[in-house]
């Protein structure tokens, strides 16, 4: 329920923490063209989870936008799917997707944007030196969008699957861009959304910059997040950097992305994340 968001996302006063709205886009087409199933008050049975709730229509975006607190931080993760190549057209650099991104940051105010190329529907040689030479043209457009939005941060997933390793591509993503640019950033999840606790925390590579953030995620939940914001909060610091974390099966029914959420459980891991940054802002 949208009554609910008023207070959910309110941090108490000196709270090191600060929640971010995160919106997955897989599906929905663009504002100024939905997808089927997603345009004003469709018929729902189109999407890919009838809830809507994983993928909510941009009306609804708006509609939750609307009903957090004000100045509530929002952000974006890219995913492709047969129907919306948002991240594949974006390191393309084409015209449409250019343009979401300009939206999203001009009109939502977007803390940051994920392109997720962990995304099942992205060409390994998209992020991957190939004889296409793709990855370069790739890590170009994140630079150049970097540098067109400071205010909003671009994050790189970096993981591993089969022969596929991202690492490299984050490696040439910084070294245009000089490492001098705070807003682009690693972000580590091998787990792509199934909710998976990493086996170990990732090392940061050398050379990363410091002063800046860096992600990580994988398996969050009400009864571990402050053990791991402990831990990446520690491995960040270390390096000079401050932490993004980022849940999403942890709140949902059956611990499953694609089910709704389950408010109760959203509420304990937001009590518990706030009470850790409280504690840490008094360290």
């Known amino acids: ?22 919106f997955q886009l897989a599906y929905q087409g663009y504002p100024w063209n939905p997808a089927k199933g997603y345009e004003s008050r469709s018929d729902t049975k189109h999407r890919r989870y009838e809830n809507g ?3 909510p229509a941009w009306y609804e975006i708006e509609e939750i936008i609307a009903a957090l607190p ?9 995913n492709d799917s047969s129907e919306c190549r948002y991240v594949s057209s974006l390191l393309q650099g084409e015209s449409e997707a250019l343009r ?10 977007a803390r940051h944007i994920q392109v997720n190329i962990s995304s099942r529907g992205v060409a390994p040689d998209l992020f991957m030196p190939s004889a296409r030479g793709s990855w370069e043209k790739s890590a170009s457009c994140l630079v150049q969008l970097a540098e067109m939005y400071p205010e909003t941060l671009f994050l790189v997933p970096v993981f591993q699957r089969g022969d596929i390793d991202s690492l490299p591509f984050l490696q040439l ?11 682009l950033l690693a972000f580590f999840d091998n787990s792509a959304g199934e909710g998976v606790e990493p086996s170990r925390i990732p090392d940061i590579p050398p ?18 997040v402050k053990e791991w914001l402990s831990k990446y909060h520690s491995k960040a610091a270390a390096a000079g950097c401050w932490a993004i974390c980022d849940a999403q099966s942890g709140f949902r029914k059956k611990g499953n992305r694609g089910e709704p959420i389950d408010l109760e459980e959203l509420k304990k891991l937001l009590q518990q994340a706030f009470e850790w940054g409280s504690l840490l802002a008094g360290a």
Request: net charge positive.
């Open 1 to 22: 329920p949208r009554e609910a968001l008023k207070d959910l996302f309110q941090a108490p006063d000196g709270c090191a923490l600060e929640a971010v709205a995160a």
């Open 53 to 55: 709730e994983t993928y």
């Open 70 to 78: 004000h100045g509530t931080k929002i952000s974006f993760h890219l």
């Open 100 to 109: 979401l991104v300009q939206l999203l940051c001009q009109r939502y105010k």
């Open 173 to 183: 993503v910084l070294d245009m861009s000089k490492r001098t640019m705070s807003n």
């Open 207 to 224: 050379g990363y910059p410091a002063g800046g953030p860096i992600g990580f995620a994988g398996g969050i939940r009400a009864e571990n």
